[in-house]
């Protein structure tokens, strides 16, 4: 398997791991209403934090462990945990916007910790070297590859599968209730700030575990992988596939990372050789071209949310 | 709509297959590279194609590789590493490259070397990544040997420099350097280097890119009033910090990093502030091979080969295509087992341009031994795919950039020795 169908493999491992990180973006803005600004910053906790458990024993690091790769990753979605805990304690009773600078200050923190914490995340230099789990089964790496997608797909589909069966529980109702209306909410007899608090864990989880499954498949880690624009990626995945549906999630994920990387492909192949150089700087309007258009013309994102009516409503 | 887009995906796939298989008929090599042409390295990055493009143009006019035309495919990596890593794949994948040339920061290139061209058994030669984790995953095997860079680590470059100072009787130092993987090593060998000698430093403060101001940086590094500044920058924020330090009253002994060795830096500070600056860069040794450069790119662009990363990319170019002429074949492995032959040795020597590699594609054909003279001098790789060279000591002459001094290799190895 060579050619186009490898790359495809290989850009639909990149897009699902992305789609599990829109997805933990959804359930918190698109069902709860929760402006995590911060989206990189718990991406990247999940990433240290499996790359130093998974990563091989080093004289100048503190980390190394070298523990089974499911293992790591666990471990790094219990440190995300842990972090949101903390931050969404102090944060979850800011509105909107200011729930938007907290967290994106905090993305930026945690990034510069793993910039200048050498000891532990090996600073600049990032951490080399990182197995990948089962690499040595593999003869070829197009064979790895179509593995690791099944991975990837599997926990992207087990993580659609739960929220879906979680929003359309009466817990999923009452994240709805809380967006729409917290007072209201109160006054039925709900604690938004705690549902807030669960909501907010449990995506910045999800972020963790896309953390933990780039570091897998990408077998290094470093400050460079955590720069605020993956927030800005994230977030137009999440708006033009359509927020408050998963499977808009998804698609979101998939079509704006294929924007992304495509468009540099189709303007290598159609540009004359001359104007090469230019052409990144036309990828990146084209980007922006193709978001803004696709908003104007889709509103809602390609699949918006589905209409809730009561079912007693006529 | 979601069916609508899959077509789309799919309808894009067979136009990219179809054009795959036209371009094979043609005989036509391609040689991918992944720089970053928009995002923080913006201002040095399309300079560097260039380069590398100059290289592949030379070789089409010698006839190309094998008698194949070679085709330059220049991606973006927008200074991200996963746009990086997704234009490597489809450089390796779609377009089938033997060899890619990139990325320039680390962060980058190392991504893409252990995910992409390591386990598609392509070639990949950097032209800018400096950072020691390379040598570490080379000497772990973690590179099989697909790993080179065509600029020397910084290891030697902060011997040299430390070296200078202590001449120079420098006694405080104090450091402030970008915050990237490139910066920190530099100015913590520095630092180490320098206080072997006996200089004091008084402080090592790093910078976060592409900030309007460092006043704060400045100041902290102002505070233990030291003799001399090293600066470890890329030319705009290094204007910048250059620019605040001395107009708050810092020494204008400056000790500059290869990376700042460009018009743009020069011009922004202003040159009459830069007269007792020194900095370092790799050596283009003055000789036939270095001039053969110079003057190609004069003429290709118009203007003197002024800034990072040019000399070295036209190497990595160089050295690729003439281990893909050697082998006698465009695939990634034997383009690795090859690079060591034309390169180092006792062969005939041979220099930029389509001259050179005129020369170079006879000899090979008669079976004799070539080996290859670049734009920064001759080049011998180690078993890890680094190189150590000569260097230049650069300063600011009658407002414009000059070159001050040369250390040819043994003068390198003996600072170095010194500071064991």
């Known amino acids: 398997m060579t050619g186009f169908a490898a790359y495809l493999v290989f850009f639909l491992i990149v897009a699902l791991t992305y789609s599990i990180v829109v997805m933990g973006l959804n359930i918190q803005w698109g069902y709860t209403g929760l402006f995590n600004a911060g989206v990189v910053g718990f991406f990247a906790i999940g990433a240290y934090g499996t790359a130093i458990l998974v990563g091989p024993d080093r004289a100048h690091l503190i980390g190394g462990f070298g523990l089974p790769f499911p293992l790591a990753v666990l471990g790094g979605m219990a440190l995300c945990a842990l972090a949101a805990l903390i931050v969404g304690l102090a944060t979850l009773r800011l509105r909107e916007e200011y729930l938007a600078i907290a967290t994106f200050g905090i993305a930026i923190s945690i990034q510069l910790v793993a910039l200048n914490f050498e000891s532990l995340t090996g600073g600049a230099q990032g951490l080399v070297g990182l197995p990948r789990p089962l690499f040595g089964l593999f003869d070829s790496p197009a064979g790895y590859n179509l593995f690791y997608l099944g991975v990837v797909a599997v926990m992207a589909g087990l993580v659609y599968w739960a929220l879906e069966t979680a929003v359309r529980s009466p817990w999923g109702r009452l994240l709805k209730a809380v967006r729409e209306d917290e007072t209201a909410a109160r006054s039925l007899g709900r604690n938004p700030a705690r549902v807030r608090l669960e909501v907010f864990v449990l995506g910045c989880v999800l972020m963790g575990l896309a953390g933990g499954l780039y570091v897998g498949f990408i077998g290094y880690v470093s400050p460079l992988d955590f720069l605020p624009i993956l927030t800005f990626q994230i977030w137009a995945m999440l708006i033009v596939g359509g927020s408050g549906n998963n499977r808009g999630a998804i698609v979101g994920a998939v079509g704006v990372w294929a924007l992304w990387a495509m468009s540099g492909l189709a303007i290598s192949r159609f540009l004359p050789v001359a104007y090469q150089s230019q052409g990144g700087a036309i990828q990146v309007i084209l980007i922006g071209l193709l978001i803004v258009l696709t908003l104007i013309f889709r509103p809602r994102g390609l699949i918006g949310e589905a209409e809730s009516v009561s079912k007693h409503a006529d | ?420």
């Open chain 2, 1 to 420: 709509m979601k069916s609508m887009i899959a077509s789309g995906l799919m309808g894009a796939g067979l136009v990219l297959s179809g054009a795959a298989s036209a371009q094979a008929q043609d005989c036509k090599i391609a040689v991918g590279s992944v720089l970053s042409i928009t995002g923080s390295m913006a201002a040095i990055g399309s300079a560097i194609g260039d380069a590398g493009k100059l290289a592949i143009d030379h070789f089409n006019e010698a006839g190309g590789v094998n008698g194949c035309e070679v085709n330059f495919i220049l991606r973006d990596d927008q200074g991200s590493p996963n746009v990086g890593v997704d234009a490597a794949k489809t450089l390796v994948e779609i377009e089938k490259v033997p060899v890619l040339l990139g990325a320039i920061q680390s962060g980058v290139s190392l991504p893409i070397l252990t995910s992409v061209t390591v386990p598609a058994k392509v070639t990949q030669i950097s032209c800018c990544s400096s950072a020691p984790s390379f040598t570490e995953l080379a000497r772990e095997g973690g590179t099989q040997g697909y790993w080179f860079r065509t600029l020397p680590t910084d290891r030697p470059q902060a011997a040299v420099l430390a070296t200078i100072a202590a001449e120079k009787g420098y006694k405080k130092i104090a450091v402030i350097h970008v915050n990237s993987d490139y910066g920190v090593s530099l100015a913590t060998r520095f630092r180490d280097d320098a206080e072997k000698l006996g200089i004091e430093v008084t402080g090592v403060t790093p910078y976060n890119q592409e900030q309007a101001s460092y006043r704060a940086e400045v100041n902290a590094a102002l505070q233990a009033e030291p003799d001399a500044l090293f600066l470890v920058a890329f030319p705009a924020d290094g204007a910048t910090v250059a620019r605040e330090w001395i107009s708050f009253g810092g020494s204008q002994n400056l000790i500059l990093s290869n990376a700042l060795r460009a018009d743009e830096f020069v011009e922004s500070v202003g040159a009459q502030y830069l007269e007792n600056a020194y900095g370092i860069d790799n050596a283009q040794v003055e000789g036939e091979s270095v001039e053969a450069f110079n003057t190609s790119w004069k003429d290709a662009k118009g203007s003197d080969p002024n800034g990072p990363g040019l000399h070295v990319m036209y190497d990595a170019a160089a050295v690729a295509l003439l281990a893909m002429e050697q082998a006698g074949e465009a695939d990634g492995t034997a383009i690795r087992d090859n690079i060591r032959k034309v390169t180092g040795g006792e062969g005939e020597p041979i220099y930029p341009g389509a001259e050179g590699f005129k020369k170079a594609k006879t000899l090979i054909a008669e079976g004799k031994p070539i080996r290859y003279v670049g734009a920064t001098g001759p080049i011998t790789f180690d078993e890890n795919g680094d190189v150590t060279g000569p260097y230049l000591i650069y300063g600011v002459k009658d407002g414009e950039l000059a070159t001050l001094d040369r250390w040819d290799k043994a003068r390198v190895e003996a600072a170095l020795e010194k500071l064991q």
